[in-house]
């Protein structure tokens, strides 16, 4: 009988194409899952007018709008910031329409097939406030906005006829300290099941035992049943690896009214481990059978790892010590706003791969679901964050308002959606929380830990400490399994030495702000610099008051073992939080990105990619453009150990890594170069000063022609992948224009849409949606996206006086 069940349903799992409105399913007694993407009707402001318009769900009803420096101004005195008195800040939540009331409708069928199934609707996140409407009745609530829930729309569905589904957002001023989004901006489903079936999350999966000859899977399962009566059912276990069965287990039971639990042990053998480098994952298919008829079906997946936090020597993995070389990333996408695409994410993870990144913070909430799973598969450690606020408040309509109601609620719903990934390794119940400074500020970390340790006893609870005498006084920091540690490099000694037994890391490091390109002399320390341009030096020097270069880190890591490693605060821009200009305007955007909200390395990439990834890096910086006679600082991001300097021929010197000087350390450094045009050329060089390698930078002409280069030429016809291309404006000898400021046009032609631009300055307030954008130093970049049709997607770049350029990329159903 098992082996019946398990072909059957590998045949549904395996090659079912979920895409937009199409169904899990083969038999009408299966779980169904249908996406609600296309059709919805949304209208911002005006109280249920008709005037609706037609949008694609996930929606951002603000990042298509115009930026208005008047929106969420708001004066305020920001702690974590240092002020000593309110301030006037304009920028701060994006300065993007994303406060008021957002209203969709969308109309749903149900057939009198579906009499008797239970019938859900499930939202992975709705920005904010949430209140669904089925045929004019109140379905249910959820505030958080980054909360995933879900909402039993049985007893208000009308079968066989016409159902109008309402969902009444709204946010409020005040109410962020960043752009949140707005609107229905992650996944909406509805899912139809058997009366009798695995709930929502209905897995809980751990590993107690894992050795080279076996693995223990514990697999906990929630069945919900609905029925009148007590029901015999059996439940089937099945475990795969690369879609081939390892081992099964079933388990008769009766199962009563409301929730039931079962728990079966499966014995895996030669258990594949999980790891950065090797991302095994394993799946379950979960099969609930009355009478010989599967009746549901429910698929999770899982992966075998040990992790293991010590106070002295770091953090294990799988019994081998790793550093994290993390980043925290907000959930906004740039130019895309906060509407989640899987694909935009995917691309920004692999640029974090490349780069050597090894880890990822959610920050300052919990993340689209999607995150954590691609975290799985690309091999990244994961640290799940829930809160940025807890009872004090950061902002007058922030998480305050609901935390005696909801906290429980929201933390408890974030540790059942995610707790069975592997790349998961701890739970952050807050970010620079206020209750710092308050007496009894433990009593609210307790409360939350205790939450993590009831729902998940396999991993720890964490918190970002930027008060650390305050969170250690007041206890707050003894109330999390493992402190972290906000900017605090140069006390991770006094800290291990007052608290020895405590295991701890660098929670969110250096916050180094630059604008890519943008380069001024002398190469110097910044501290909350603020010029007259508004931007920020791009040679990776300047910080806020509270904040380090990445130097200062760097130290700070190689030289304590026993912290296990940082999250760089950021790893992209984002909407919002101008800092240092947070009075200053036009500014909208961050400028803490090692990559820029339009998806550009700055130099900094390069930095990190030298201390953290495996490969040889050489890049040189700044570009060769400057009055001459200028005096002006080269530097070289490089883990090789000494270079040579040659302007037009003539060497300028070499320079060694010397451990003794911060910024000599994990840079080489040139400064008080006399700038000539013509050539710059840095040669890496061996112990025997023999070269290995070298990078060369030409004085550029003047702007001539353009260029594209993409990130893939094949994506699929799905209506949702997204491609970056980046437009480069080179002169005649296809150098780049390191200064140029040209408008680019774009044109899209065959089975693709714009979807978005961006060029990466703070500073710009150009729409995010024109089909044009201006190049900030050299550069900007389309979004193009599928249509769901196969065929050819061409885009064209052109720009007055300059020679155009033209892509194609070919889009198919399955790639």
Same mark, same amino acid.
């Given at each position: ?139 249910? +609530? ?5 909360? +995933? ?14 159902n109008l589904l309402e969902v009444h957002l709204e946010n409020k001023p005040l109410s962020s300290r960043w752009y949140p989004g707005a609107g229905i901006y992650r996944n909406v489903r509805i899912v139809k099941t058997n009366p009798i079936h695995v709930k929502q999350w209905g897995t809980y999966i751990t590993t107690p035992v894992i050795n080279e000859e076996e693995g223990l899977v514990n697999i906990e399962t929630k069945i919900s049943n609905s029925t009148v009566k007590e029901q015999k059912v059996t439940l089937v276990q099945t475990v795969l690896f690369n879609n081939e069965r390892v081992a099964s287990e079933e388990q008769s039971l009766y199962v009563q009214k409301g929730e039931n639990t079962s728990e079966i042990k499966i014995d895996v053998p030669s258990p594949k481990l999980w790891s950065p480098d090797t991302p095994n994952l394993y799946k379950v298919i979960t ?95 994961? #640290?799940?964050? /829930? ?15 609901? !935390? ?80 972290? !540690? ?79 490693? *940082? ?17 200053? !305007? ?39 453009? !400057?009055? *001459? ?17 040659? #302007? ?91 200064? /140029? ?61 300059? /020679?155009?350029?033209?892509?194609? #990329? ?6």
């Amino acid at each position: 009988m098992k082996r019946h069940y398990l072909i059957y349903i590998i045949g549904i799992l395996f090659s079912m194409n979920i895409g937009c409105q199409k169904v899990e399913k083969i038999d009408r007694q299966y779980r169904e899952t249908i996406r609600l993407t296309d059709n919805w009707q949304f209208q911002y402001q005006d109280t249920l007018s008709d005037q609706w318009t037609n949008v694609t769900v996930p929606h951002d009803w603000a990042i298509s709008m115009d930026f208005d420096k008047t929106i969420d101004m708001q004066e305020v005195m920001v702690l974590e910031d240092g002020d000593p008195v309110p301030k006037l800040r304009t920028g701060r939540t994006g300065a993007l329409p994303h406060i008021g009331k957002g209203f969709y409708r969308k109309e749903l069928n149900f057939t009198n097939q579906d009499k008797g199934k239970k019938i859900y609707i499930q939202f992975d996140g709705a920005m904010s406030h949430a209140k669904v409407y089925l045929n004019k009745k109140f379905v249910g +609530s959820w505030p958080y906005g980054y909360t +995933s829930f879900e909402f039993d729309i049985t007893p208000y569905i009308n079968y066989g006829d016409y159902n109008l589904l309402e969902v009444h957002l709204e946010n409020k001023p005040l109410s962020s300290r960043w752009y949140p989004g707005a609107g229905i901006y992650r996944n909406v489903r509805i899912v139809k099941t058997n009366p009798i079936h695995v709930k929502q999350w209905g897995t809980y999966i751990t590993t107690p035992v894992i050795n080279e000859e076996e693995g223990l899977v514990n697999i906990e399962t929630k069945i919900s049943n609905s029925t009148v009566k007590e029901q015999k059912v059996t439940l089937v276990q099945t475990v795969l690896f690369n879609n081939e069965r390892v081992a099964s287990e079933e388990q008769s039971l009766y199962v009563q009214k409301g929730e039931n639990t079962s728990e079966i042990k499966i014995d895996v053998p030669s258990p594949k481990l999980w790891s950065p480098d090797t991302p095994n994952l394993y799946k379950v298919i979960t099969e609930v059978v009355v009478n010989n008829e599967i009746i549901d079906t429910f698929h999770s997946e899982f992966g075998f790892r040990t992790i293991e936090f010590t106070n002295n020597d770091g953090f294990f993995l799988n019994g081998k010590e790793l550093k994290f070389k993390g980043v925290c990333l907000h959930h906004d996408l740039g130019p895309l706003g906060a509407a989640h695409n899987e694909s935009a994410l995917r691309h920004r993870l692999l640029k974090l791969k490349e780069m050597g990144a090894n880890a990822i913070r959610s920050t300052h909430n919990p993340s689209d679901p999607s995150l954590v799973r691609l975290t799985d598969e690309l091999g990244f450690l994961f #640290i799940a964050e /829930a809160f940025d606020e807890w009872e004090v408040p950061k902002t007058e309509n922030g998480y305050n308002t609901l !935390w005696n109601e909801w906290a429980e609620k929201d933390l408890a719903a974030l540790i059942h959606r995610d707790r069975n990934h592997p790349s998961l390794i701890m739970w952050s119940i807050g970010n620079e929380i206020r209750e710092q400074t308050k007496k009894d500020g433990a009593k609210n970390a307790q409360f939350l830990t205790d939450i993590c340790h009831r729902e998940d006893p396999s991993r720890p609870s964490t918190a970002g400490f930027n008060n650390w005498k305050g969170a250690i006084a007041n206890g707050l920091a003894d109330a999390v399994d493992i402190p972290g !540690w906000n900017y605090k490099p140069n006390k991770y000694e006094a800290i291990h030495k007052q608290h020895p037994k405590w295991k701890m890391y660098g929670s969110e490091t250096a916050s180094t702000v630059s604008s890519r390109g943008e380069y001024f002399f002398p190469a110097k320390e910044g501290k909350h610099k603020i010029r007259p341009s508004l931007h920020s030096n791009s040679f990776d020097m300047d910080f806020p008051n509270w904040a380090q270069t990445p130097d200062r880190e760097f130290k700070a890591q190689d030289k304590h073992k026993f912290i296990m490693g *940082e999250f760089v605060w950021t790893g992209y821009d984002y909407l919002g939080e101008p800092t240092p200009y947070n009075e200053e !305007w036009p500014t909208k955007s961050s400028y803490f990105g090692i990559i820029d909200l339009a998806g550009i390395p700055k130099d900094r990439f390069y930095l990190y990619k030298s201390k953290w990834s495996n490969e040889k890096v050489l890049h040189v910086l700044p570009h060769w453009n !400057w009055k *001459e006679g200028q005096t002006v600082s080269v530097h070289a991001y490089t883990n090789y150990n000494k270079a040579e300097l040659f #302007i037009n021929g003539k060497s300028m010197g070499i320079k060694t890594k010397n451990n003794n000087s911060l910024y000599d350390t994990y840079r080489l450094r040139w400064d008080n170069i006399t700038y000539h045009s013509g050539e710059m050329k840095v040669v890496a060089l061996n112990d025997q000063n023999e070269a290995i390698e070298e990078v060369v930078k030409q004085t550029a002409g003047i702007p001539y022609q353009l260029k594209i280069e993409v990130d893939r030429s094949e994506v699929q016809a799905n209506g949702e992948e997204v491609i970056y291309a980046s437009v480069s404006i080179l002169d005649k000898n296809r150098q780049l224009c390191p200064k /140029a400021d040209q408008l680019v046009t774009f044109n899209v032609e065959g089975q693709g849409t714009l979807r978005a631009v961006g060029n990466g300055d703070p500073t710009s307030l150009e729409s995010f949606v024109a089909p044009k954008r201006k190049a900030f130093n050299g550069m900007c970049m389309a979004i193009l996206q599928s249509t769901k049709e196969e065929g050819k997607i061409t885009m064209t770049a052109s720009s007055q006086g300059l /020679a155009p350029a033209t892509i194609t #990329i070919h889009t198919q159903q399955t790639l």
